[in-house]
T-cell receptor, first 114, second 108 residues
Framework: NAGVTQTPKFRVLKTGQSMTLLCAQDMNHEYMYWYRQDPGMGLRLIHYSVGEGTTAKGEVPDGYNVSRLKKQNFLLGLESAAPSQTSVYFC?????????????FGSGTRLTVV | SQQGEEDPQALSIQEGENATMNCSYKTSINNLQWYRQNSGRGLVHLILIRSNEREKHSGRLRVTLDTSKKSSSLLITASRAADTASYFCATGGNDMRFGAGTRLTVKP
């Protein structure tokens, strides 16, 4: 059972380049999330999804887009990367509403934008 | 803005001592969750306490919740060097929000 898998683990982008981060879970979880973690800031929610085909904005959605075409995958896109998007990105999933269930996190993607 | 805020920001203790971390939040909650993050890794879920619960235990972990004070505490008893990590509280509905964490160092 792989849990939550994030691809890639590391990436360096030039300002203005685009990329997609992939999150895959094999636990049949309904809810999926993308967070970013910056030093001293804790985790901030970017976007989330409460089921296949749904997405919603979190705290810091600007500059990011997401898609949930398949239940097991949640993609995070950066259309035009900026240095302010240098961060560690974490994907998480939960069986259903976090009112009742905890999150399972991936191991993170460390992104540097130069 | 973060929903939960942990206190202290950093805590250093000797192995065998107890460690207490606190979390304060601003709005009413359905539940509050605690997570651990080892350096460079993803977060791991420790415990979920519902708004109608006052205390919950899991192994060496004890979590309390005081909804009147909008606060929670995480107690780790008989700490070990392996407990060295950052600890986060999280609250919210479908969009859980995390605090900035408490960095715990347990010295052998």
């Amino acid at each position: 059972n792989a849990g939550v898998t994030q691809t890639p683990k590391f990436r360096v982008l030039k300002t203005g380049q685009s990329m997609t981060l992939l999150c895959a879970q094999d636990m049949n979880h309904e809810y999926m999330y993308w967070y970013r973690q910056d030093p001293g800031m804790g985790l901030r929610l970017i976007h989330y999804s409460v089921g296949e085909g749904t997405t919603a904005k979190g705290e810091v959605p600007d500059g990011y887009n997401v898609s949930r075409l398949k239940k097991q995958n949640f993609l995070l896109g950066l259309e035009s990367a900026a240095p302010s998007q240098t961060s560690v990105y974490f994907c998480a999933s939960s069986l259903n509403s976090p009112t009742n269930y905890g999150y399972t996190f991936g191991s993170g993607t460390r992104l540097t934008v130069v | 803005s973060q929903q939960g805020e942990e206190d202290p920001q950093a805590l250093s203790i000797q192995e065998g001592e107890n460690a207490t971390m606190n979390c304060s939040y601003k709005t009413s909650i359905n539940n509050l969750q605690w997570y651990r993050q080892n350096s460079g890794r993803g977060l791991v879920h420790l415990i979920l306490i519902r708004s109608n619960e006052r205390e919950k235990h899991s192994g060496r972990l004890r979590v309390t919740l005081d909804t009147s004070k909008k606060s929670s505490s995480l107690l780790i008893t008989a700490s070990r060097a392996a407990d060295t990590a950052s600890y986060f509280c999280a609250t919210g509905g479908n969009d859980m929000r995390f605090g900035a964490g408490t960095r715990l160092t347990v010295k052998p």
